[in-house]
């Protein structure tokens, strides 16, 4: 009967129905009469399976300890932290890993048989990879190669030998690297004798040419760990530079090597440039280029160029040279011949193309990249006799006509492409002002007949416009910069309603489906970047006036929104909006219809994880947060697989890739944010049910962020690609605006915060925990020294999280970084000056948290053994924090100054009194929850010192004296606030939806101001009472849901420290 309903668990398991496999083992453990009749096996069994299902379902904690238990009892591999979810989940099958893991533990599995059966060799080199045990994969890929004798195990075996060579500490294993260097060289040796690879035949003669081309390769890597790498790469690279043909990975790293040895240099550029002309495969042409033009910037980075010739062939046989002087030495004449080469044949495979007249959809790719890489000779050039002659340089006439001939080229093409003004702009934005309107003018002469080109290059034009500062936009001071972006959404806003006739006459009440979008949209978006780049560099974003314009972008967005249902842009663009009103449901609405998944996570993630910390969390951020640690189990395990697919295909170079992949994924900071928010979660429900020591899956989390963040710059990696979110056409690459996205993350975005924040929670539950402990003595020292090193840690930790650091941009990997950014003005940025509030806000109560620990530990740690002194001192320094505490408290006050004729919803406010509430009054409520233990415990002293009896006497009064004056200073302040609150909450609804519907409604807000439903009459036969009552009701609901969660926190605080 038993047996049944395990056979049944295993098929539950089986199809990933993990959640009812949980209930079925939990069921069979519930109940005795069942355990009794289940071997001691079959319980093991059953635990093993229990942890597959926590793993699944993403309780690592309770995982965790199963695994652990099985393993010390089946003699398996220990289990590391981050390791959890790699074991037994981390294929497709878990049955499969349960059979090899048995199988391994089977006592008639001898070594002779390991060694000599192939078949179980692979199946346990799988699963030492797939568990990140290389040590163990590097061993029995030796084994295999001495069962198959396969090139390809020998090459498995140095390529995990090297990558463990990488792991060590030169300074501490020097001798240990030079004898595995000696070991793995042998092995090289052997590998060049068997595929008959050597320097007089070259890499073309070699009996295996993918396979020489990758150890020739893997050489060079292994050469980078000696220490006379650079005249070993430079014979390396002599003898095989073939090996090197298009090879973009290490090119940067060769740079060194290029500046002691130009001929060499040559020699490789030259072997690159020779496949460059001999290619005709359209489809590897921009891999060429780009491998090119690492060549050429590194060239032009070594010479001054003095003057340059008037005209240049666009044949190959061409007349004259294109550099007249170049200053740099004899021995690089001969790389910038191949430049010049170069240069032409670029010309004349353009050329080429032309005449073909091709529709092949590599042939507007190959054209493309030949004009970029023009752009980027020329451009390389100009900066050279920029640098050489300063601001007195003028463009040479020559140069200025090539110039126009390949913006000519480049709007030919590609001119009625969305995607236009970002790349043309990339090959232009340090080029001279005249060519930049020169390509706006050339893009607005376009003649097109089609509605949707011309629809396209009017919305490119306008982008041009903007990222080459043609609007004088920018400029302007706040109180005309309303009214002259009034004036722009007119215009593009008729420009939406005349094209949206025109293109689509037939559809006027059809939405679009799902992976549409209409050409129209681009210029609602354009107006709404305007409005929110203006928006983002107001000192204040709660006053009527911004928050008025905040809500007629928002309209705009909405009503586009109604007839392109699916649009990515515009939906990114509400969110970003949602999250700043602190609309949670729109937030959670719009998130849910991005779909974010996959690496999404990394870009995107972000914005939801804020918002939940933010404004708390319900369901939706759970879910989230829950899929997102999903997507890292799911991609961790495929990187597993993939490495040993592409060792069983003779790929040993994509190991790496995979490798680092695999370390990317794991170091994530976002994962470790999710991780964080995961934790959060687990700790909201525990309080509930007033928990006093964390969840073993909270341990987990934290730990495992912790490891990372000890050692941040080895252990992070910031993914965020500001691409995905970041408007193309006036915040990105517009001089004169800011980068305003970047610190969607608040005060996390800087990762010794979070560390703070999980150090923090460590300390709090490990005072709950010990306070209501019955330990002895010895025991509770031990404790209170642990909990006195994380209070130390944690404000060795603070110290390093300023706001200097936390405004800076130097954690974030941009893809590009404009002048602009490097210039960057916090005190002018909305976001960073509420982040600096914030941050005034959370030190000073993270101090007096930290303050009040220390005090709580140190009560902690009273016994017999205690002094008069010390007592004394302790009760000064509770006077003390007692004091800090009720200044403190009133700077609730302070922050809460919500005039009603000035601002809808005090959102800084919101957020920095629901972190007050949920985080630091934590601290707080342990002290008053946990008085008569900590009453107890002043009475140890006087145990053995009836002499300090008094003095405990007066102590204990002390604390219930001072913990009154806390109470009552506390409670009168949240009273003072519950009293403005609670009218706004009773006409919340009512207030905001007729502000919001004033706001779009009327006239003007300032002077010259258009009315917003005008403006929305572009918009064909669209409802829009519609549109504003749903944008009114969703905003008043959302304030009036905010107000009430004020309320409810002002009410549960009041309760706690209501006096008795």
């Known amino acids: 009967?038993?047996?049944?309903?395990?056979?049944?668990?295993?098929?539950?398991?089986?199809?990933?129905?993990?959640?009812?496999?949980?209930?079925?083992?939990?069921?069979?453990?519930?109940?005795?009469?069942?355990?009794?009749?289940?071997?001691?096996?079959?319980?093991?069994?059953?635990?093993?399976?229990?942890?597959?299902?926590?793993?699944?379902?993403?309780?690592?904690?309770?995982?965790?300890?199963?695994?652990?238990?099985?393993?010390?009892?089946?003699?398996?591999?220990?289990?590391?932290?981050?390791?959890?979810?790699?074991?037994?989940?981390?294929?497709?099958?878990?049955?499969?890993?349960?059979?090899?893991?048995?199988?391994?533990?089977?006592?008639?599995?001898?070594?002779?048989?390991?060694?000599?059966?192939?078949?179980?060799?692979?199946?346990?080199?799988?699963?030492?990879?797939?568990?990140?045990?290389?040590?163990?994969?590097?061993?029995?890929?030796?084994?295999?190669?001495?069962?198959?004798?396969?090139?390809?195990?020998?090459?498995?075996?140095?390529?995990?030998?090297?990558?463990?060579?990488?792991?060590?500490?030169?300074?501490?294993?020097?001798?240990?690297?030079?004898?595995?260097?000696?070991?793995?060289?042998?092995?090289?040796?052997?590998?060049?004798?068997?595929?008959?690879?050597?320097?007089?035949?070259?890499?073309?003669?070699?009996?295996?040419?993918?396979?020489?081309?990758?150890?020739?390769?893997?050489?060079?890597?292994?050469?980078?760990?000696?220490?006379?790498?650079?005249?070993?790469?430079?014979?390396?690279?002599?003898?095989?530079?073939?090996?090197?043909?298009?090879?973009?990975?290490?090119?940067?790293?060769?740079?060194?090597?290029?500046?002691?040895?130009?001929?060499?240099?040559?020699?490789?550029?030259?072997?690159?440039?020779?496949?460059?002309?001999?290619?005709?495969?359209?489809?590897?042409?921009?891999?060429?280029?780009?491998?090119?033009?690492?060549?050429?910037?590194?060239?032009?980075?070594?010479?001054?160029?003095?003057?340059?010739?008037?005209?240049?062939?666009?044949?190959?046989?061409?007349?004259?040279?294109?550099?007249?002087?170049?200053?740099?030495?004899?021995?690089?004449?001969?790389?910038?011949?191949?430049?010049?080469?170069?240069?032409?044949?670029?010309?004349?495979?353009?050329?080429?193309?032309?005449?073909?007249?091709?529709?092949?959809?590599?042939?507007?790719?190959?054209?493309?990249?030949?004009?970029?890489?023009?752009?980027?000779?020329?451009?390389?050039?100009?900066?050279?006799?920029?640098?050489?002659?300063?601001?007195?340089?003028?463009?040479?006439?020559?140069?200025?006509?090539?110039?126009?001939?390949?913006?000519?080229?480049?709007?030919?093409?590609?001119?009625?492409?969305?995607?236009?003004?970002?790349?043309?702009?990339?090959?232009?934005?340090?080029?001279?002002?005249?060519?930049?309107?020169?390509?706006?003018?050339?893009?607005?002469?376009?003649?097109?007949?089609?509605?949707?080109?011309?629809?396209?290059?009017?919305?490119?034009?306008?982008?041009?416009?903007?990222?080459?500062?043609?609007?004088?936009?920018?400029?302007?001071?706040?109180?005309?910069?309303?009214?002259?972006?009034?004036?722009?959404?007119?215009?593009?806003?008729?420009?939406?309603?005349?094209?949206?006739?025109?293109?689509?006459?037939?559809?006027?009440?059809?939405?679009?489906?799902?992976?549409?979008?209409?050409?129209?949209?681009?210029?609602?978006?354009?107006?709404?970047?305007?409005?929110?780049?203006?928006?983002?560099?107001?000192?204040?974003?709660?006053?009527?006036?911004?928050?008025?314009?905040?809500?007629?972008?928002?309209?705009?967005?909405?009503?586009?929104?109604?007839?392109?249902?699916?649009?990515?842009?515009?939906?990114?663009?509400?969110?970003?909006?949602?999250?700043?009103?602190?609309?949670?449901?729109?937030?959670?609405?719009?998130?849910?219809?991005?779909?974010?998944?996959?690496?999404?996570?990394?870009?995107l993630g972000f914005l939801y994880l804020s918002t939940a910390l933010d404004y708390g969390f319900d369901v939706s951020a759970e879910e989230n947060t829950s899929n997102a640690l999903q997507y890292y189990i799911e991609n961790l395990r495929e990187s597993k697989e993939a490495m040993i697919a592409s060792i069983k295909s003779d790929n040993f170079e994509k190991i790496w890739e995979f490798k680092a992949y695999d370390e990317w994924i794991n170091k994530s900071y976002f994962k470790m944010m999710a991780f964080y928010a995961k934790s959060q979660i687990l700790l909201k429900e525990a309080s509930k049910k007033d928990v006093n020591t964390l969840n073993v899956n909270v341990e987990y989390f934290n730990q495992f962020c912790m490891n990372k963040l000890s050692k941040e710059s080895d252990q992070i990696v910031w993914n965020f690609d500001m691409r995905v979110i970041q408007s193309i056409c006036c915040n990105e690459y517009s001089t004169q605006s800011h980068k305003f996205y970047w610190n969607y993350l608040g005060l996390y975005n800087d990762s010794s915060f979070l560390k703070l924040n999980i150090l923090s929670t460590q300390v709090l539950y490990k005072i709950k925990e010990t306070l209501n402990s019955e330990l002895n003595e010895e025991q509770t020292a031990a404790v209170s020294n642990e909990i006195d090193e994380l209070i130390t840690n944690s404000k060795a930790t603070q110290k390093s999280c300023t706001f200097d650091k936390l405004s800076n941009l130097s954690n974030f990997k941009f893809y590009n970084k404009p002048e602009y950014l490097q210039k960057y003005h916090t005190e002018k940025d909305y976001q960073t000056t509420e982040l600096s509030q914030k941050y005034d806000f959370e030190h000073l109560f993270q101090t007096q948290s930290l303050e009040l620990a220390e005090i709580l530990n140190r009560f902690i740690s009273l016994n017999t053994k205690t002094t008069g002194d010390q007592l004394e001192s302790l009760k000064n320094k509770f006077e003390q924090i007692s004091n800090s505490i009720q200044e403190g408290v009133k700077k609730l006050h302070e922050i809460f100054q919500h005039n009603p004729e000035n601002e809808i919803f005090p959102i800084t406010f919101f957020k920095n009194f629901y972190r007050f509430s949920t985080v630091h009054l934590k601290f707080l409520e342990t002290l008053f929850k946990n008085q008569e233990q900590i009453q107890q415990r002043i009475q140890k002293p006087m145990k053995k010192n009836q002499d300090l009896k008094k003095a405990c006497q007066e102590f204990q009064k002390k604390i219930k004296s001072e913990c009154e004056k806390i109470a009552s200073i506390l409670i009168s302040g949240l009273t003072e606030i519950s009293k403005k609150v609670e009218p706004l909450l009773a006409e919340a609804k009512d207030s905001v939806s007729q502000f919001v519907r004033d706001v779009i409604n009327k006239k003007q807000i300032d002077n010259g101001n258009i009315s917003i439903f005008d403006l929305a009459s572009s918009f064909p036969a669209l409802k829009k009472e519609d549109v504003l009552l749903k944008l009114s009701d969703e905003i008043a609901l959302n304030y009036k849901f905010l107000y009430s969660v004020i309320v409810d926190l002002i009410k549960e605080s009041q309760k706690l420290f209501k006096q008795k």
């Open 1 to 603: 009967m038993q047996r049944a309903k395990i056979q049944n668990i295993l098929e539950q398991i089986n199809v990933h129905d993990y959640q009812n496999a949980l209930k079925s083992i939990q069921q069979l453990f519930g109940k005795e009469k069942n355990k009794s009749k289940i071997s001691d096996d079959e319980q093991q069994w059953l635990r093993l399976l229990q942890g597959v299902c926590y793993a699944k379902l993403s309780y690592y904690g309770e995982a965790k300890q199963l695994f652990n238990e099985f393993s010390s009892k089946q003699c398996l591999l220990n289990l590391q932290e981050n390791e959890i979810q790699l074991v037994l989940e981390n294929i497709s099958q878990p049955l499969d890993m349960i059979g090899k893991v048995r199988e391994l533990c089977e006592e008639n599995m001898t070594k002779q048989k390991l060694d000599k059966d192939p078949k179980t060799l692979q199946d346990i080199f799988r699963m030492c990879i797939k568990e990140s045990n290389f040590v163990g994969a590097q061993k029995i890929a030796k084994k295999l190669f001495t069962a198959t004798k396969e090139t390809k195990y020998i090459f498995a075996d140095i390529v995990f030998q090297f990558y463990q060579l990488c792991q060590l500490d030169e300074t501490n294993d020097a001798a240990k690297i030079a004898q595995d260097m000696k070991l793995i060289n042998l092995f090289i040796n052997k590998i060049y004798s068997d595929i008959s690879l050597n320097p007089e035949g070259g890499i073309s003669k070699a009996k295996d040419l993918n396979l020489a081309k990758q150890l020739v390769r893997f050489h060079y890597r292994l050469y980078e760990k000696q220490k006379n790498y650079k005249d070993m790469l430079s014979i390396l690279l002599t003898k095989y530079p073939d090996a090197f043909t298009d090879y973009l990975e290490h090119l940067e790293k060769l740079e060194e090597l290029f500046n002691q040895d130009h001929s060499l240099y040559s020699l490789v550029l030259k072997k690159n440039f020779e496949a460059f002309i001999t290619n005709s495969d359209m489809e590897k042409f921009q891999m060429v280029y780009e491998t090119y033009d690492k060549f050429c910037s590194f060239l032009f980075k070594q010479v001054q160029i003095t003057s340059t010739i008037e005209a240049i062939d666009s044949s190959n046989q061409f007349a004259g040279k294109l550099f007249e002087e170049v200053k740099g030495g004899d021995d690089l004449k001969p790389a910038f011949e191949h430049i010049e080469r170069y240069y032409c044949s670029l010309e004349s495979h353009k050329q080429l193309l032309k005449s073909t007249q091709s529709t092949h959809h590599h042939f507007k790719n190959a054209i493309k990249c030949i004009i970029q890489a023009q752009f980027g000779v020329l451009n390389r050039i100009l900066a050279s006799n920029q640098k050489l002659n300063g601001d007195k340089y003028e463009l040479n006439p020559y140069f200025e006509t090539k110039y126009k001939e390949l913006i000519d080229d480049y709007i030919k093409y590609f001119g009625i492409i969305l995607t236009f003004p970002e790349e043309i702009f990339n090959s232009l934005k340090d080029t001279p002002k005249s060519l930049k309107s020169y390509a706006i003018s050339q893009t607005e002469a376009l003649k097109e007949t089609s509605a949707i080109n011309r629809c396209i290059v009017h919305t490119n034009v306008y982008k041009l416009k903007i990222i080459f500062q043609e609007f004088s936009l920018f400029s302007l001071p706040a109180n005309e910069y309303v009214p002259a972006l009034y004036n722009i959404w007119k215009e593009l806003l008729e420009n939406y309603s005349t094209y949206y006739k025109e293109i689509y006459p037939d559809v006027e009440n059809k939405y679009v489906e799902k992976g549409e979008r209409l050409y129209t949209d681009d210029f609602v978006i354009i107006a709404a970047d305007l409005a929110i780049d203006f928006i983002y560099r107001q000192p204040s974003i709660e006053s009527k006036e911004v928050f008025g314009l905040l809500m007629q972008t928002t309209f705009i967005l909405e009503a586009a929104l109604k007839k392109s249902g699916f649009n990515y842009d515009i939906q990114l663009r509400l969110l970003l909006i949602s999250i700043v009103l602190g609309n949670k449901d729109r937030v959670y609405d719009l998130i849910k219809a991005l779909d974010i998944k996959s690496v999404q996570y990394e870009t």
